[in-house]
T-cell receptor, first 113, second 114 residues
């Protein structure tokens, strides 16, 4: 069965620091990958997704992620975080023949002023 | 505006009682999903449905039931058989075509068993 691993459970950064959140998946076939964000008190919303083509995907609010097939990874990056990026971030996997998302356990990001 | 509406936002239930959580969408999405969110465990799939009058069990379906009588609605019943029902429940929907696939989430229902 497929799975998603997010090894960083809690991350604390200062404003303007660079961010990289890890996401690794376990599945041997075609995959589609997603990052969702949950700001405090708000519903989950899509940051970006990879389906095919350029493995470097750009999303909203300056976030990007790179799909590295050989490493089974889809890490999320942002060059300079802001206090407003404080949120929980979830990586999710859709397998080639699948019709539902498998989520990682999430990473709590806290950005300090 | 199109979206997903979950109600109520907070729900308290006594042990031994069944309770139904509402989820309605006006996005014309074919697929609907119920997840449970617990701290440190991410989102775990309870049930999902791709078409009216059909649904499939997810990873943690025991103690839950659903129905899909209308495309817009996918209510979840938490039964007394669910051993640890206190959690945050999220409903989502998605189109099924690959080019547009991606969940839209509701704002969630927080269920507390007292």
């Amino acid at each position: 069965a497929q799975s998603v691993s997010q090894h960083n459970h809690h991350v604390i950064l200062s404003e303007a620091a660079s961010l990289e959140l890890g996401c690794n998946y376990s599945y041997g076939g075609t995959v589609n990958l997603f990052w969702y964000v949950q700001y405090p008190g708000q519903h989950l919303q899509l940051l970006l997704k990879y389906f095919s083509g350029d493995p470097l995907v750009k999303g909203i609010k300056g976030f990007e992620a790179e799909f590295i097939k050989s490493k089974f990874s889809f890490n999320l990056r942002k060059p300079s975080v802001q206090w407003s990026d404080t949120a929980e971030y979830f990586c999710a996997l859709l397998t080639g023949g699948g019709n539902k998302l498998t989520f990682g356990t999430g990473t709590q990001l806290k950005v300090e002023l | 505006d199109g979206g997903i509406t979950q109600s109520p936002k907070y729900l308290f239930r006594k042990e031994g009682q069944n309770v139904t959580l509402s989820c309605e969408q006006n996005l014309n999405h074919d697929a609907m999903y119920w997840y449970r969110q617990d701290p440190g465990q991410g989102l775990r799939l309870i049930y999902y449905s791709q078409i009216v009058n059909d649904f499939q069990k997810g990873d943690i379906a025991e103690g839950y039931s659903v129905s899909r009588e209308k495309k817009e609605s996918f209510p979840l019943t938490v039964t007394s058989a669910q051993k640890n029902p206190t959690a945050f429940y999220l409903c989502a929907s998605s189109p099924l075509d690959r080019d547009n696939y991606g969940y839209t989430f509701g704002s969630g229902t927080r269920l507390t068993v007292v």
